[in-house]
């Protein structure tokens, strides 16, 4: 099993930035996929940005060129460096990794507690 722990969120003002953290721990082989959502009061959860094992991203138009998804193997600790940070930023950010099962037999999803981020105008 994978527990994964987030940290990170926090208040801050319009245009300025929060790093996001997610670390991974437990009895796995490894992990493939990790990724970055977020649920915003009264909407869906969305995809904010992903990361695969061979570090190909994707992120959410309306972050682009502002976030950055980032991961430390070693440490097994994924990252979600946000700049330029707007109002509408504001939701509770979930990490979601894709993990392998020490044998390799099969795969998993772990989702974390989620942290809240609030961005004010």
């Known amino acids: 099993q994978v527990q994964l722990v987030e940290s990170g969120g926090g208040l801050v003002q319009a245009g300025e930035s929060l790093r996001l953290s997610c670390a991974a721990s437990?009895?796995?082989?490894?992990?493939?996929?990790m990724g970055w959502y977020r649920r915003a009061p009264g909407k869906e959860r969305e995809l904010v940005a992903s990361?695969?094992?061979?570090?190909?991203?994707n992120y959410a138009d309306s972050v682009k060129g502002r976030f950055t998804i980032s991961r430390d193997n070693a440490k097994n600790t994924m990252y979600l460096q946000m700049n330029s940070l707007k109002p509408e930023d504001t939701a509770v950010y979930y990490c979601?990794?894709?993990?392998?099962?020490?044998?390799?037999?099969?795969?998993?999803?772990?989702w974390g507690q989620g942290t809240q981020v609030t961005v004010s105008a």
């Open positions: 979601l990794a894709n993990w392998l099962s020490r044998d390799g037999s099969r795969s998993f999803d772990t």
């Open positions: 437990g009895r796995f082989r490894g992990i493939n996929s």
């Open positions: 990361l695969t094992s061979g570090s190909s991203t």
